[in-house]
């Protein structure tokens, strides 16, 4: 079983401030894990993924995520937001043996200017 | 070029007629997908063929069924269509295999049913 949980609907933060958008995980074996962003009446974009290796996995655009197996967390983060990373991000999961991934519920992020 | 393309992006249509949704690839993948995301952005893997076998067959109502002629396309019909399936449907693809399984996502196909 797999499953992933981003316990915010929402996050707003000031423009140059850092941001944080927390998503927590559940999985039996390895963990695979995926950040993607959805911009306004558009696709899902990739933006970073955790396999395996380094803990902080650094992606697009300035974003970056630490993997952390005791808390079974993902966080994005970016240490300065800018208005234009206000957008719907959505985590996901994989387990090692599951054909697909399992999204979570998304966080709309606002970056107030 | 696009590199997943939908077509229609917008679909409106009555109850209880049939329509479908094509999607096409030319990333050169092996799996794609459809997903569905309500209104509340909830995103709902449907189906996934890799290389033309469907490997993924959620509990989708047999009203909805998958067809992929080649690697590079992945239509999806809808029978009798109900308003509850009022929604966006994204088609994605990807590399079969963990670490190169980044999905790229069309930009979607919104249906309205009325």
């Known amino acids: 079983a797999q499953s992933v949980a981003q316990p915010e609907d929402q996050v707003n933060v000031a423009e140059g401030n850092p941001l944080t958008v927390k998503c927590t995980y559940s999985?039996?074996?390895?963990?695979?894990l995926f950040w993607y962003v959805q911009y306004p009446n558009r696709g899902l974009q990739f933006l970073l993924k955790?396999?395996?290796?380094?803990?902080l996995v650094k992606g697009s655009y300035g974003f970056e995520a630490e993997f952390n197996k005791s808390q079974t967390s993902f966080h994005l983060k970016k240490p300065s937001a800018l208005v234009s990373d206000s957008a719907l991000y959505f985590c996901?999961?994989?387990?090692?043996?599951?054909?697909?991934?399992?999204f979570g519920s998304g966080t709309q992020l606002t970056v107030l200017p | 070029d696009t590199a997943v393309s939908q077509t229609p992006k917008y679909l409106v249509t009555q109850m209880g007629n049939d329509k479908s949704i094509k999607c096409e690839q030319n990333?050169?993948?092996?799996?794609m997908y459809w997903y569905k995301q309500d209104s509340k952005k909830f995103l709902k893997i449907m189906f996934s063929?890799?290389?033309?076998?469907?490997?993924i067959n959620e509990t989708v109502p047999n009203r909805f069924s998958p067809k992929s002629p080649d690697k590079a396309h992945l239509n999806l019909h809808i029978n009798s269509l109900e308003l509850g399936d009022s929604a966006v449907y994204f088609c994605?693809?990807?590399?079969?295999?963990?670490?190169?399984?980044?999905?790229?996502f069309g930009a979607g196909t919104r249906l309205s049913v009325l």
């Open positions: 994605a693809s990807s590399l079969s295999g963990i670490a190169k399984n980044i999905q790229y």
């Open positions: 999985v039996s074996g390895n963990p695979y």
């Open positions: 955790y396999i395996t290796g380094d803990n």
């Open positions: 996901a999961v994989r387990r090692d043996s599951a054909r697909q991934l399992t």
């Open positions: 990333l050169g993948h092996d799996t």
């Open positions: 063929y890799n290389n033309k076998e469907l490997i």
